[in-house]
C-alpha cells in the first residue's frame, strides 16, 4: 500500500496487483487510520518537519490501534550532533530549521513501544551502486552522502527482516565519501 499526495504521480502501477495506491495526506488521523488497518510495516517515507510532529504522532497512534509493530522513519543526518569536521558544521547549518522536529520524532518512535528504526539518511544522489557504512545512535557518522539505491537497499533488508537495525537510530553512508567538505553528487 503506498499512501501518498497526489497518488496520480504513480498511475502507471495501477494495473499492479501487488500496490495499492491511497491517496491521502499523512496529516490527516482518519485518512492514515483507515489505510492502516491490514498493514505490516509501515515506512514513512520523508522527514517528519513538522511543529508539533503530528506525521510521526499520526502514524504511531494508529499503528497501535490497528496492532501493527514495525516502524521505519526517513530522517536526516545530524541528530546527534554525530556529524565531524568542516562537514558536520556546514549540514548543521544546512539542516538547522528541520533539526528540532527531526530530533523530537527520533524520540517519540524510540518511546513508542514500536518496533522502529530512525534512517538518518545522508546527502542523497543519483550514483548507480549500492555501497555503504551503517552506523548507529552512538557511533561518529561516517561518510557525507549516499546513493538512492543504497538507501533502498537498506529498506528493503528491513522490511524483509524485521529484527535487523530494529530499535535503532542509524546513519547510512558511503564510507569513501569521508572526510569531504560538502555533499557529492
Known amino acids: 500500500t503506498l499512501f501518498l ?14 500496490v495499492t495506491l491511497v491517496d491521502g495526506d499523512i496529516t490527516d488521523y482518519d485518512a492514515v487510520n483507515a489505510t492502516m488497518k491490514g498493514q505490516d510495516v509501515v515506512y514513512i517515507a520523508m522527514v517528519d518537519h513538522t511543529n508539533d510532529n503530528v506525521i510521526t504522532k499520526n502514524v504511531i497512534k494508529s499503528m497501535k490501534e490497528n496492532n501493527v509493530d514495525r516502524i521505519i522513519e ?9 556529524v565531524p569536521g568542516e562537514f558536520g558544521r556546514w549540514n548543521d ?4 530549521s528541520g533539526l528540532d522536529a527531526a530530533i523530537n520524532a527520533d524520540k517519540l518512535l524510540s518511546e513508542s513501544d514500536l518496533t522502529y ?8 544522489n543519483d550514483r548507480d551502486e549500492v555501497k555503504y557504512t551503517i552506523t548507529h545512535k552512538n557511533d561518529q557518522y561516517v561518510g557525507v552522502s549516499g546513493s538512492r539505491q543504497s538507501m533502498a537497499d537498506v529498506i528493503v533488508k528491513i522490511i524483509v527482516d524485521s529484527e535487523y537495525l530494529k530499535n535503532d537510530s542509524v546513519g547510512i553512508a ?6 569531504e567538505d560538502r555533499p557529492v553528487y
Do not use: C, I, K
Not at 499526495?5 to 501487488?18: C, F, G, T, W, Y
Not at 536526516?76 to 550532533?81: A, F, Q, R, V
Open 5 to 18: 499526495r497526489n497518488s496520480q504521480r504513480l498511475a502507471d502501477l495501477d494495473d499492479n496487483e501487488n
Open 117 to 124: 528504526t530512525t534512517l538518518r539518511f545522508p546527502w542523497l
Open 174 to 179: 558511503a564510507a569513501d565519501t569521508e572526510g
Open 74 to 82: 526517513s530522517s536526516l543526518l545530524g541528530l546527534y550532533h554525530e
Open 93 to 96: 547549518e544546512m539542516v538547522q
